[in-house]
């Protein structure tokens, strides 16, 4: 993946999912708020989909009462 001609795909984690963020679901959203998409009539939808760091995935996975 690329982005003002940097390979954003060998950076950090976190600077590809800001691309995306900024150059795809942003604008996608705003233009669904104009009305110049309508997301009912898309076949799939696109959305940032969240990651703990791996770093905080052990502390949520340990302050979960076992039940």
Do not use: W, Y
């Amino acid at each position: 993946m690329t982005s003002l001609n940097s390979t954003v795909g060998q950076c950090d984690f976190n600077i590809p999912l800001l691309c995306i963020e900024k150059k795809i679901i942003s604008p996608r959203v705003e233009k669904m708020k104009t009305g110049q998409i309508d997301k009912t009539k898309e076949p799939f939808s696109v959305r940032n989909k969240p990651f703990f760091d791996i770093h905080a995935a052990r502390k949520v996975t340990h302050t979960v009462p076992a039940g």
